[in-house]
């Protein structure tokens, strides 16, 4: 990584829950809304990663990243913006940079250098000073010689030099970026975080907007630790958290609520969808939760399909269990096996977040999910089952020949993927059933599965059969 403070700084680390066998130092970035917090963390990461608009407030909860400079990792924790005279989801964005500049290693202080000091910057320097971390102080906005000396008026908040800085240009980053790493600790702080060489495993909670995510990841917790508030939408950032259930440490991500039709959006909430699909991918496993007091929409439906066609893990979980009458109970029933027939195959999971009835049920229905998608099946107790299968119902004819099918494998795990060998193209219809009898007789429930075919070339031609689609067709 180039040291060069035009370019960003830090370069981003991929969290594959792999060999990383120490925990790394954690940065917390605070400051009042609106003085470009975020902005510095997308230069520091080196990608738009933080949601960034010109508005007061877009940043509501902590949301972690990995970084590096000079060859030395550690943790940036982006935070809601910090108004100590808040009230409402204002305060509680409020506590949460609190909670986070209580638990880091070290605190840079962002402040908007062309504004001056303002009586919030004060009180937060108060607040800063009573938690006895390193703070580093940064001047943003600077994006020239002219404004540098703005940034000097604000050693008189008393917590050290400031170091001017744009995160919009990344001028000045390095120096800022030095100083940071001076202040680190040879060990992190201990705080509860755990060394995590084993990997946990990764559930996002995933679903349309206030359908209750904020408030179940709460309640896994045990604390506070996303924002929850009436106003769809509250929660803009993926936001990791390792939950300790069931005797084993999970990673959840919570994410912001699916919309359907997310080209439509604009500014922070487009790129908020966008990182959903993100956290999609980041996951294995995907916990998508409906609101059962009402109907189930066109977004639920979608969302389902999504973690489908991404081959995750899926557990189904009905948020609001507790508020069903008899009436309501009767039609949902019918809507779920209306809309969601097709992945019948995925655990069911009753709960009120609010009230923690039968969340305990949610790590079972996980770990049920997970064992299926890791799943692989021998390749001779896998054809031996075939030949009983297709023996007992044969494919269909198509086009007047009966295509055959010569062996199957099983191409890999996570989620299960069979490649079927055959003579000619299997109609959807029987892939559906050769699917549908893998269940009935492996189980694989609460993953996908993925049947393709390859289609044996006629000898001398290098051409697959009459009639046949390419050699290779996928689901």
Excluded: C
Aim: charged share 30%; no cysteine; hydrophobic share 40%.
């Amino acid at each position: 990584m180039s040291q060069n403070t035009n370019a960003p700084f830090g370069a981003p680390f991929e969290d594959d829950g792999g060999e990383e066998s120490a925990v790394k130092p954690v940065v917390a970035v605070v400051g009042r809304p609106n003085v470009g917090k975020s902005s510095l963390v997308n230069r520091v990461i080196g990608r738009r990663e933080a949601v960034v608009e010109d508005v007061p407030g877009v940043t509501r909860d902590r949301v972690a990243y990995d970084a590096s400079w000079q060859g030395r990792e550690f943790t940036l924790v982006d935070t809601g913006g910090w108004e100590t005279s808040a009230s409402g989801l204002a305060a509680m964005v409020a506590r949460q940079a609190e909670y986070a500049a209580q638990t880091a290693d070290v605190v840079l202080f962002v402040v908007d250098a062309t504004v001056g000091i303002t009586d919030t910057d004060e009180a937060v320097t108060r607040v800063l000073r009573a938690t006895r971390k390193p703070v580093v102080l940064a001047a943003n906005k600077v994006d020239g010689e002219l404004q540098e000396a703005d940034a000097l008026v604000l050693w008189n908040l008393g917590v050290g030099q400031p170091y001017p800085v744009s995160a919009l240009h990344g001028r000045g980053s390095g120096d800022l970026l030095d100083a940071v790493l001076a202040e680190l600790p040879d060990r992190p702080a201990e705080d509860g975080r755990e060394d995590r060489e084993d990997g946990p495993r990764r559930v996002a909670l995933l679903g349309r907007p206030n359908v209750g995510k904020s408030s179940l990841l709460n309640r896994l917790a045990g604390e506070d630790r996303v924002v929850v508030d009436a106003v769809a939408g509250t929660t803009r950032d993926a936001v990791d958290e390792l939950v300790e259930l069931g005797g084993r440490t999970w990673k959840f991500i919570d994410t912001a609520g699916i919309r359907r039709r997310f080209r439509a959006l604009q500014g922070a909430d487009y790129y908020a969808t966008m990182r959903t699909s993100s956290a999609l991918e980041r996951a294995e496993v995907a916990v998508v939760l409906m609101d059962v007091s009402e109907p189930l929409a066109e977004q639920d439906i979608r969302v389902v399909e999504q973690t489908v066609e991404a081959g995750r893990a899926l557990v189904l979980a009905f948020n609001k269990w507790d508020t069903l009458d008899e009436e309501r109970r009767y039609y949902l029933e019918k809507e779920i096996d209306r809309q969601l027939s097709r992945v019948s195959w995925a655990p069911r999971v009753n709960i009120s977040a609010k009230t923690g009835r039968h969340v305990e049920k949610l790590v079972p229905a996980i770990e049920t999910g997970l064992a299926a998608w890791d799943a692989r099946i021998p390749t001779g107790r896998l054809n031996s089952w075939l030949k009983d299968l297709v023996a007992a119902t044969p494919p269909p004819v198509r086009g007047g020949r009966q295509p055959k099918i010569l062996f199957a494998t099983q191409a890999d795990a996570r989620p299960p993927h069979f490649i079927l060998f055959t003579t000619g193209f299997l109609e959807d219809g029987y892939r559906r059933f050769i699917e549908r009898r893998l269940r009935e007789d492996f189980g694989f429930e609460g993953s996908p599965i993925r049947i393709s075919m390859r289609i044996r070339e006629k000898k001398g031609t290098g051409k697959a059969s009459k009639g046949s689609p390419r050699p290779d067709r996928n689901r």
